[in-house]
């Protein structure tokens, strides 16, 4: 069984720091991908990473992949409250199957005005 | 455009009551999948189909568990003899193209209240 470990689960800062929610898993992954969830609302796909190394932005959110496939983290500059969710990794197996796709539990950021 | 379209949003049954939860895929998409959300767990995928067929259902409990999606119409998962631990939010995801690379669209949920 392939698990996603999600660090902090919990996360609360002021308005404008900067900080960093991790992704880690013992296993490798084909691509990674990160959701933003809302209460009451389903996780909505904010990015996919595929290559190891790889570094994406979205806006104030950088995400990267590590280099072995194994790890991602999400880095927020300068949060705003609209920032606030829950932060998803899900990792999709490098091993094929229908669906391959393994959630972390995430973790709960609240930006504090 | 719609997007994925779960119904009912609430649903409260009492123990031993059916359940069935409702989901129509986005425009054009033919793969469906349903995940279970747990409090302070993650998402735990339960099946994947597409028109007529389940793909995977290596995650659905053995018993009491039933998912489908017909050739016309919704996809529908159906829980039998509900009890407590079926408390839950039950989200569906659609997408256009074969796994790898797909990007799942998720419902709103369908949250499941067991008295």
């Known amino acids: 069984t392939q698990l996603l470990e999600q660090s902090p689960q919990f996360l609360s800062i002021q308005e404008g720091e900067n900080l960093t929610v991790y992704c880690n898993s013992s296993?490798?992954?084909?691509?990674l991908q990160w959701y933003r969830q809302e209460p009451g609302e389903g996780p909505v796909l904010l990015v996919t990473?595929?290559?190891?190394?790889e570094v994406k932005k979205l806006k104030r959110l950088t995400f990267q992949f590590g280099d072995a496939r194994k790890d991602s983290s999400l880095h927020i500059t300068a949060a705003q409250p609209g920032d606030t969710g829950l932060y998803l990794c899900?990792?999709?197996?490098?091993?094929?199957?229908?669906?391959?796709?393994?959630f972390g539990k995430g973790t709960h950021l609240i930006i504090q005005p | 455009n719609a997007g994925v379209m779960q119904n009912p949003r609430h649903l409260v049954r009492r123990r031993g009551q059916e359940a069935r939860l409702r989901c129509s895929p986005m425009?054009?998409?033919?793969?469906v999948y349903w995940y279970r959300q747990l409090p302070e767990e993650g998402l735990k995928f339960m099946v994947y189909?597409?028109?007529?067929?389940?793909?995977?259902e290596s995650g659905m409990p053995k018993e009491r568990f039933s998912a489908e999606f017909p050739k016309e119409g919704p996809s529908i998962l159906r829980i039998q003899q509900v009890v407590r631990g079926d408390s839950a939010a039950y989200f569906c995801a659609s997408s256009g193209t074969l796994s790898g690379a797909n990007v799942l669209t998720f419902g709103a949920g369908s949250r499941l209240t067991v008295l």
């Open positions: 899900a990792g999709r197996n490098s091993g094929g199957g229908a669906d391959g796709l393994t």
């Open positions: 189909l597409q028109k007529e067929n389940i793909i995977d």
């Open positions: 425009k054009g998409h033919s793969h």
């Open positions: 296993s490798v992954f084909s691509s």
């Open positions: 990473v595929v290559t190891g190394g």
